[in-house]
């Protein structure tokens, strides 16, 4: 076990506050995993990154130090966050200018609000490719469905409905630990929450019914302006 590796968690969260989101509760499960072990580590925020000039210094300077990259991103619209599709855009130009950047591995964690965890897919092709063009070593991603039941509380608090989820994250852990890639009998590498389909998406859309409530738009919620 290399304990000089250096891990850099990228948080791809636009929310303000990345530590309300799911893929930060998911992200730092795997960095407590490695601290635990005595490997170094860093969390940052890519949205917070990329508003000035010297902050993107900043942001690729922490990319060139760091032996594996450990990127935790929502679903938007089956694809990355816009924040984060521009920082691996900058991420592959400066890389251009490196000697190292073979030497590189990147692991990545996409959730989205569906039910079906397989809605990740092409996101994490998306790495995969990243991976591809910019020679770093590929250890593979996990796709994890109804982000949305697990964001608030760290995985161990969550009880049984993250038993799988937890037992997904562990065995990243243990890959990023030995440098190796998931092996293809787990890839597809997707699971859910133990909670029923139809529970998650009830519960769903009561709370964007409450939301629409709050916020003074309810009877616009049946609004189709294009049809």
Known sequence: MDKTKDVLLLIGSPKGNCLDSTSYVLGKHVINNLRAENINSEVISIPSHLKSDS?????????????????????????????VTQALELIKENLKSITNSKNKELMVIVNCGFPESSQ????????????????????????????????????????????EVKEALDFLTVKIIQSEKIPEDKLPYEVEPNIPGWLYTFIGNLSWRVQALKNGCYKLLNNKPFV
């Open 55 to 83: 902050q993107i210094k900043k942001f690729l300077n922490k990319i060139e130090r760091a032996d594996t990259l450990l990127l935790s991103s929502p679903l938007y619209v089956d694809t990355l966050p816009a924040p």
């Open 120 to 163: 990740n897919r092409v996101a994490i092709q998306i790495c995969e490719q990243f991976a591809l063009e910019t020679g770093m070593a590929w250890l593979g991603g996990l796709a994890v469905g109804m982000g949305g039941s697990l964001s608030g509380k760290v995985i161990p608090e969550q009880g049984g409905k993250a038993k």
